[in-house]
Nanobody
Framework: VQLQASGGGLVQPGGSLRLSCAAS????????MGWFRQVPGKEREFVAG????????NYDDSVKGRFTISRDNTKKTVYLQMNSLKPEDTAVYFC???????????????????WGQGTLVTVSS
């Protein structure tokens, strides 16, 4: 079982990036997927989550209207489109898969079974 996150990099404020999370070793169809982020010295925080078959989507208030999570189960890939990036979005971004979460718990990191290795996003001029 593996999740491989990619797409991070250095971008100027106001710019865009698209993160991808490729799954292998399990069927993505039966998992909710989430994106979390973490900066040194702080706890990992929820960014966005999408339920199985895209039946429900949640965003943290800090990214609503700027980030979009989507999934393509046939490609076993989840995406995070990030627009209007701000310096405070700088973090390591992780994708995660959960077989247990429901809509009300999709923001809880402890509900996730598998985690990717993280990809660094730096927003700076």
């Amino acid at each position: 079982v593996q999740l491989q996150a990619s797409g991070g990099g250095l971008v100027q404020p106001g710019g865009s990036l698209r993160l991808s999370c490729a799954a292998s070793g399990f069927s993505l169809n039966y998992y909710a997927m989430g994106w979390f982020r973490q900066v040194p010295g702080k706890e990992r925080e929820f960014v966005a989550g999408i339920r199985k078959f895209s039946s429900g989507i949640n965003y943290d208030d800090s990214v609503k209207g700027r980030f979009t999570i989507s999934r393509d189960n046939t490609k076993k890939t989840v995406y995070l489109q990030m627009n209007s990036l701000k310096p405070e979005d700088t973090a390591v971004y992780f994708c995660a898969a959960s077989s247990r979460t429901i809509q009300s718990t999709i923001h809880m990191s402890r509900m996730y079974d598998y985690w990717g290795q993280g990809t660094l996003v730096t927003v700076s001029s």
